[in-house]
């Protein structure tokens, strides 16, 4: 199997595949580097032998190398799921922003982007120009809204299967991820493969015991979260929370993020997507990703005069705000005006890169820098990976067990050394797999 990994071999972020066949090439994901893990924007290979693209969901160490893929020349067809098309506009413009680029120089890119997307819907195989009888087909990956697993069917029928991002089991937001019947060759995410999540059954509860923590000191609960996937399930575990009495009608639900909120519209647009649990609750008449009580923050002033509201008053508060590994965005200016008090609670729900201002604080230290300044760190800092958007080891394990096929090689890929290697021995142990390679 000739595949070149233009990134996320040996490591978490900067997911890009290049699958060589006889008859031309796939690019599965085109992703952007992230914390410790730095790598290029420009795009180092020649670009005139990929035939296709192939995106397995709109998360930035996915996509945001995009971009640089087009200024290199590629012309070439984007096959997505329809979420994702809808999705990825979205994350580059705001990727571009942040990068400083002007809006003319941003809308030319994404006039680009739109011309050369080709949505698809799951569970169809679709024909690809990359030799004669190469087929692809999207199936869904349950990690965020959009996401997909590929299946590849080569000129002789040989099933080549893409894991991207998968989401772990028992979510109620999205349903949980199926095993394909047939994989010869699985190329398979390892995040997670030597840890195991808490469990998402319980996940509520212990949200619930932080934030009344926090109420009872007169506190805010500062959530770093990713503007795709992660806001949209606590706001989920919130609205029950509120609807069940175990929060107070009147506390303010901040998001402060206009991306999240975008996004969470997106999510409202294609609830078809969503889980049974979440498509009963609309039945119901309930709002999960709208509820009275969440307020949303559009402009840079109104940001600024809530933190600095939230930073002198002793008022409670639960603030949403994007980036999830506090490497910018608005979240920054929370920590920095709130980490000092005591009765501030940072809540981390999701995996945080070497080297972002995330993971730093999760080892609790006294300080930090946070723009060239040292700030104090005093507010309680816990973690919950019940809501990771990535499956766990058993997650894994039991997404590889269900192949009814012989699998000959498992590849891992998008997971550290450790991660890599524990998953391994987990996978060598199973009777359809005959190989496995980190």
Same mark, same amino acid.
């Not at 990134?7 to 900067?14: I, M, S």
């Not at 996915?62 to 290199?72: E, F, N, S």
């Not at 498509?279 to 009580?293: D, I, T």
């Given at each position: 199997?000739?595949?070149?990994?233009h990134?996320?071999?040996?490591g978490?972020t900067?997911?890009?595949?290049?699958?060589?066949?006889?008859g031309?090439?796939?690019?599965?994901?085109?992703?952007?580097?992230?914390?410790?893990?730095?790598?290029?924007?420009?795009?180092?290979?020649?670009? @005139?032998?990929?035939?296709?693209?192939? !995106?397995?969901?709109?998360?930035?160490?996915?996509?945001?190398?995009i971009?640089?893929?087009?200024?290199?020349?590629?012309?070439?067809?984007? &096959?997505l799921?329809?979420?994702?098309?809808?999705? #990825?506009?979205?994350?580059?413009?705001?990727?571009?922003d942040?990068?400083?680029?002007?809006?003319k120089?941003?809308?030319?890119?994404?006039?680009?982007?739109?011309?050369?997307?080709?949505?698809?819907? &799951?569970?169809?195989?679709v024909?690809?120009?990359?030799?004669? /009888?190469?087929?692809?087909?999207? %199936?869904p990956?349950?990690?965020?809204?959009?996401?997909?697993?590929?299946?590849?069917?080569?000129?002789?029928?040989?099933?080549?299967?893409?894991s991207?991002?998968?989401?772990p089991? %028992?979510?109620?937001?999205?349903p949980?991820?199926?095993?394909?019947?047939?994989? +010869?060759f699985?190329?398979?995410?390892?995040? &997670?493969?030597?840890?195991?999540?808490?469990?998402?059954? +319980?996940r509520?509860?212990?949200?619930a015991?932080?934030?009344?923590?926090?109420?009872?000191?007169?506190?805010?609960?500062i959530?770093?979260?990713?503007?795709?996937?992660?806001?949209?399930?606590? #706001?989920? +575990?919130?609205?029950?929370l509120?609807?069940?009495?175990?929060?107070?009608?009147?506390?303010?639900?901040?998001?402060?993020?206009?991306?999240?909120?975008?996004? @969470?519209?997106s &999510?409202?647009?294609?609830?078809?997507?969503?889980?049974?649990?979440?498509?009963?609750?609309?039945?119901?008449?309930?709002?999960?990703?709208?509820?009275? %009580?969440?307020i949303?923050?559009?402009?840079?002033?109104?940001?600024?005069?809530?933190?600095?509201?939230?930073?002198? @008053?002793?008022?409670?508060?639960?603030?949403?705000?994007?980036?999830?590994?506090?490497?910018? /965005?608005?979240?920054?200016?929370?920590l920095?005006?709130?980490?000092?008090?005591?009765?501030?609670?940072?809540?981390?729900?999701?995996?945080?890169?070497k080297?972002?201002?995330?993971s730093?604080?999760?080892?609790?230290?006294?300080?930090?820098q946070?723009?060239?300044?040292?700030?104090?760190?005093?507010?309680?800092?816990?973690?919950?990976?019940?809501?990771?958007?990535?499956?766990d080891?058993?997650?894994?394990?039991?997404? !590889?067990?269900?192949?009814?096929?012989?699998?000959?090689?498992?590849?891992?890929?998008?997971?550290? @050394?450790?991660?890599?290697? /524990?998953?391994?021995? %987990?996978?060598?142990a199973?009777?359809?797999?005959q190989?496995?390679?980190?």
């Amino acid at each position: 199997m000739n595949v070149i990994h233009h990134g996320a071999k040996h490591g978490v972020t900067g997911s890009c595949h290049q699958l060589n066949l006889p008859g031309g090439s796939l690019l599965v994901d085109c992703g952007r580097f992230q914390g410790h893990e730095t790598g290029a924007l420009d795009i180092d290979f020649d670009v @005139t032998k990929i035939n296709a693209l192939i !995106v397995t969901h709109a998360h930035i160490d996915h996509v945001g190398r995009i971009p640089w893929l087009l200024a290199a020349g590629y012309r070439g067809p984007i &096959y997505l799921t329809h979420a994702s098309q809808h999705l #990825l506009p979205l994350m580059l413009d705001d990727a571009l922003d942040i990068e400083g680029l002007a809006a003319k120089a941003r809308e030319k890119i994404l006039a680009t982007l739109t011309m050369q997307m080709q949505p698809c819907d &799951y569970k169809r195989w679709v024909p690809i120009e990359c030799g004669k /009888g190469v087929t692809v087909r999207f %199936q869904p990956a349950g990690h965020i809204l959009g996401s997909a697993y590929v299946e590849i069917n080569d000129n002789d029928n040989t099933r080549i299967v893409f894991s991207g991002d998968l989401g772990p089991n %028992q979510t109620p937001l999205l349903p949980d991820p199926q095993s394909p019947n047939r994989a +010869d060759f699985l190329f398979l995410e390892s995040t &997670y493969g030597n840890r195991k999540h808490q469990s998402i059954v +319980d996940r509520k509860a212990r949200l619930a015991n932080i934030l009344h923590d926090a109420i009872k000191n007169q506190g805010t609960v500062i959530i770093p979260a990713f503007s795709v996937g992660r806001t949209q399930e606590l #706001l989920y +575990d919130i609205e029950q929370l509120i609807h069940s009495h175990e929060l107070s009608s009147s506390l303010p639900i901040i998001v402060d993020s206009p991306m999240a909120m975008k996004v @969470t519209d997106s &999510y409202r647009l294609f609830k078809r997507l969503w889980g049974n649990e979440a498509k009963h609750r609309v039945k119901s008449g309930r709002h999960p990703l709208a509820f009275e %009580q969440c307020i949303t923050i559009d402009s840079h002033e109104q940001h600024l005069a809530i933190v600095n509201q939230l930073a002198s @008053t002793e008022q409670s508060a639960i603030v949403v705000a994007a980036s999830g590994m506090c490497t910018g /965005g608005r979240v920054v200016n929370y920590l920095k005006a709130l980490l000092p008090l005591a009765s501030t609670e940072v809540l981390f729900c999701g995996y945080q890169a070497k080297g972002t201002l995330g993971s730093e604080l999760v080892e609790a230290p006294n300080n930090v820098q946070i723009d060239d300044q040292s700030v104090p760190v005093k507010a309680s800092i816990y973690t919950m990976s019940g809501y990771s958007a990535h499956a766990d080891q058993a997650d894994l394990v039991s997404f !590889v067990r269900s192949i009814k096929s012989s699998i000959q090689q498992v590849h891992l890929i998008h997971g550290e @050394t450790k991660a890599k290697r /524990g998953l391994k021995s %987990q996978l060598q142990a199973l009777a359809n797999v005959q190989q496995v390679i980190e």
